[in-house]
């Protein structure tokens, strides 16, 4: 499923493959940090195997660490909402 949302988003917004990464990984971390711990989880169970090592590599931070990650990185914690 992971594969199918990177091709998706890759074709839809004429990414390349490790801009797609790139861009769900992001997308992924604004899910963690705001939503319920519960939903994040069944959310990277659904998409399956952990993003490619191009989305997780250490120049992108606070990338999910592992499936149903529940504890959103220190900085979003700090932010407030966005209107």
Same mark, same amino acid.
Do not use: Y
């Given at each position: 499923? *992971?594969?199918e949302?990177?091709? $998706?988003v890759?074709r839809? @917004?004429?990414?390349?493959?490790e801009? =797609?990464a +790139?861009a769900v990984?992001? *997308?992924?971390r604004?899910?963690? $940090?705001r939503?319920?711990? @519960?939903?994040v989880?069944?959310?990277? =169970?659904? +998409? ?10 250490p120049?992108?931070p606070? @990338?999910?660490d592992a499936?149903?990650? =529940?504890?959103?990185?220190a900085?979003?914690?700090r ?5």
């Amino acid at each position: 499923m *992971m594969d199918e949302l990177l091709q $998706a988003v890759a074709r839809g @917004a004429s990414l390349s493959p490790e801009q =797609a990464a +790139l861009a769900v990984a992001a *997308m992924l971390r604004f899910f963690t $940090a705001r939503l319920p711990s @519960a939903l994040v989880g069944e959310l990277h =169970a659904r +998409l399956g195997p952990r993003m490619p090592n191009a989305a997780a590599a250490p120049d992108v931070p606070d @990338a999910p660490d592992a499936p149903g990650r =529940a504890v959103p990185p220190a900085t979003a914690a700090r932010r407030p909402p966005q209107p």
